[in-house]
T-cell receptor, first 115, second 116 residues
Framework: GNSVTQMEGPVTLSEEAFLTINCTYT??????LFWYVQYPGEGLQLLLK?????DKGSNKGFEATYRKETTSFHLEKGSVQVSDSAVYFC??????????????FGGGTRVLVKP | ETGVTQTPRHLVMGMTNKKSLKCEQH?????MYWYKQSAKKPLELMFV???????ENNSVPSRFSPECPNSSHLFLHLHTLQPEDSALYLC???????????????FGPGTRLTVL
């Protein structure tokens, strides 16, 4: 079946540090890949997505590239801020099924950015 | 994105109570979802509704009963829950639950449920 594996946290960084959160997936067909972010006390918000191999999603300084050869979708940001402290979820959406668009999530990675 | 609202935000109930969670989306979407977010576990998809019809029940116990009276509203009726059902219950919506896996799901803030 489909699965998503992401690095366990928490990840603690200083402000302006470089952030990488690894995400790898197992899926049949050609899934779409997503990063969602959950700030304290809130629901999930879409951060970025990529729908086919070699696509790069980007938003708010975050980037992730859909790497089919390594089945990965690692999230990166060059200079984090305290406001980036949150839990980040990697997810994939199954394709080619009659009732598609069901997300499979990784376990989430908590990121804490200190001033 | 504030297009998906959930009420109540917090709920405490006993194992013999009956309560309902409500979700409303103002985005004109046709698909709605219930997820369960437990501590130290990945988000679990519970139910999917597409154009008011249930298209997915992910082996959810019958003590959880969803209802979708129209494409904008989704309820989760709860009865005789167990303490292990304590979790954050998230509602989401998307334009469609068809074959378009590229569709983004938009989430509400969740209802924090505690079962005593």
């Amino acid at each position: 079946g489909n699965s998503v594996t992401q690095m366990e946290g928490p990840v603690t960084l200083s402000e302006e540090a470089f952030l990488t959160i690894n995400c790898t997936y197992t899926a049949t067909g050609y899934p779409s890949l997503f990063w969602y972010v959950q700030y304290p006390g809130e629901g999930l918000q879409l951060l970025l997505k990529a729908t086919k191999a070699d696509d790069k999603g980007s938003n708010k300084g975050f980037e992730a590239t859909y790497r089919k050869e390594t089945t990965s979708f690692h999230l990166e940001k060059g200079s984090v801020q305290v406001s980036d402290s949150a839990v980040y979820f990697c997810a994939l959406s199954r394709s080619g099924e009659a009732a598609g668009n069901k997300l499979t999530f990784g376990g989430g990675t908590r990121v804490l950015v200190k001033p | 994105e504030t297009g998906v609202t959930q009420t109540p935000r917090h709920l405490v109930m006993g194992m013999t109570n009956k309560k309902s969670l409500k979700c409303e989306q103002h985005l004109g979407h046709n698909a709605m979802y219930w997820y369960k977010q437990s501590a130290k576990k990945p988000l679990e998809l519970m139910f999917v509704y597409n154009f008011k019809e249930q298209t997915e029940n992910n082996s959810v116990p019958s003590r959880f009963s969803p209802e979708c009276p129209n494409s904008s509203h989704l309820f989760l009726h709860l009865h005789t829950l167990q303490p292990e059902d304590s979790a954050l219950y998230l509602c989401a919506s998307s334009p469609t639950s068809g074959t378009r896996s590229t569709d983004t799901q938009y989430f509400g803030p969740g209802t924090r449920l505690t079962v005593l």
